[in-house]
């Protein structure tokens, strides 16, 4: 009856674990067409983004109980207790990525009324860069894998690094022509929504690496993010 009860167990954590590998699916997608809605100036794909979310919203929801009653009927302990735990955490932050992918996609559809005078080089290598991240994090997921889990953690400040490289740019065209403006702005909100996604992919490969090898990462999180504390002047005349 014991060996009966523990092999339901580790059926019911392989369960967690395949639908939080699903939400991150599921996640995954939202944000590859969010990026192709700005980049590529596709309607349809940025319509679908939106579309995506509510479901996402379920699964998060139905992760949430299933959490819950794990964590009352089988009072779980040590490994188990954490990867349980960190189910909860992971499936709110890809819930995050899923509503920041939304944002995205909103605003790629008010950036189609305008021709944007500058090209969209640097935030395309950005949502590539970010894409890579949360699909490696997802296969890290799945895998247990802490070695995948270093590398998304590693690997942000790169994508800190694009964002302030983006941000003076932007900042710079709404100075020399009042006209790019409300483009400009909807850029820097799009920049912004991916540099969190990559956030809260790291924030998911610290919870991998806790959840996996029972300690946290001794080091200090990279972080490369200086946009709060940029000025750029304008060209004095």
């Not at 949502?127 to 296969?139: A, C, F, G």
């Not at 953690?153 to 994508?159: Q, T």
């Not at 993010?225 to 000025?231: G, P």
Request: aromatic residues 6%.
């Amino acid at each position: 009856m014991a060996e009966h009860i523990v092999k339901s167990f580790e059926q019911e954590l392989k369960r967690l674990q395949a639908l939080i590998t699903e939400m991150g699916g599921m996640v995954e997608s939202q944000v590859a067409l969010a990026s192709r809605a700005v980049i590529d100036k596709d309607a349809a794909a940025a319509s679908q983004a939106v579309d995506a979310d509510p479901a996402v919203d379920a699964l998060e929801r139905e992760v949430e109980q299933y959490v819950i009653r794990l964590l009352a009927l089988r009072q779980p302990l040590a490994q188990d207790l954490r990867h349980i735990v960190a189910a909860l955490k992971i499936t709110g932050a890809l819930e995050r990525i899923g509503d920041y992918a939304t944002n995205v996609a909103k605003r790629s559809l008010v950036l189609d009324q305008f021709a944007l005078p500058y090209t969209l080089t640097g935030l395309a290598h950005m949502s590539r860069l970010v894409q890579e991240n949360l699909k490696t994090i997802i296969d890290a997921i799945g895998e247990n894998d802490t070695d995948k889990a270093l590398q998304v953690w590693r690997s942000d400040e790169v994508i800190d690094e694009i964002y302030n490289a983006l941000f003076r740019e932007l900042i710079t065209y709404m100075m020399e022509d009042p006209r790019n403006i409300t483009p400009c702005i909807h850029l820097l909100f799009i920049a912004k929504n991916l540099e969190r996604i990559g956030d809260h992919a790291t924030n998911i490969a610290e919870l991998v690496y806790y959840a996996v090898r029972g300690e946290p990462l001794a080091d200090i999180r990279p972080k490369g993010d200086s946009s709060a504390y940029a000025v750029v002047r304008p060209p004095r005349a």
